[in-house]
């Protein structure tokens, strides 16, 4: 998986943890994910600022983009 897609997956990961309540992958599963990702970052490829290793997520459902709220 590319980091563009690793990113777009963690924040529809996101979205439906945090805002529809209904996970699409178990916490063991989006821990490794998000590691991979600072991995990814760390190896030369930089963070972007919407990367989710630095966001801090909340309950307002307008910051995530509307590809993320397809299930």
């Known amino acids: 998986m590319s980091k563009d897609e690793l990113k777009r997956y963690l924040i529809k990961c996101c979205y439906w943890y945090y805002v529809k309540c209904d996970p699409l992958i178990r916490d063991k599963v989006y821990d490794y994910k ?38």
């Open 34 to 71: 998000i590691y991979e990702l600072k991995e990814l970052e760390n190896s030369g490829v930089d963070a972007d600022r919407d990367s989710p290793t630095q966001m801090i997520w909340g309950d307002c459902e307008s910051q995530y983009p509307d590809w993320a709220k397809e299930k």
